[in-house]
Nanobody
């Protein structure tokens, strides 16, 4: 049974930091490229960051470049999103996504709220 379980979301003040985690199970994690998406109320889902299966290659949306860092641990079947200098516009539900060929899995999401 494929599962992606996000954790680490919450309420944080502007300028603060959070670290999101996504634990994977039920598939061969090391073969999959991993992505973090987010969706704010009334907006389309946005690709935030990607990482290749080996972890060597990463990419970021312009809106988070220099503030967010994606990483993975293939031994732990996990992917992470370190978020620093958070802004109110980062408020959204954050989703973990695994992709390999035609296989495409999603987590249930974790809420991140940036507010004073």
């Amino acid at each position: 049974q494929v599962q992606l379980v996000e954790s680490g979301g919450g309420l944080v003040q502007p300028g603060g930091s959070l670290r999101l985690s996504c634990a994977a199970s039920g598939f061969t994690f090391r073969r999959y490229g991993m992505r973090w998406y987010r969706q704010a109320p009334g907006k389309e889902r946005e690709l935030v960051a990607t990482i290749t299966n080996s972890g060597v290659g990463t990419s970021y949306a312009d809106s988070v470049k220099g503030r967010f860092t994606i990483s993975r641990d293939n031994a732990e079947n996990s992917v992470y999103l370190e978020m620093n200098s958070l802004k109110p516009e980062d408020t959204a539900v954050y989703y973990c996504n695994a992709v390999f060929g035609v296989f495409d899995y999603w987590g249930q999401g974790t809420q991140v709220t940036v507010s004073s």
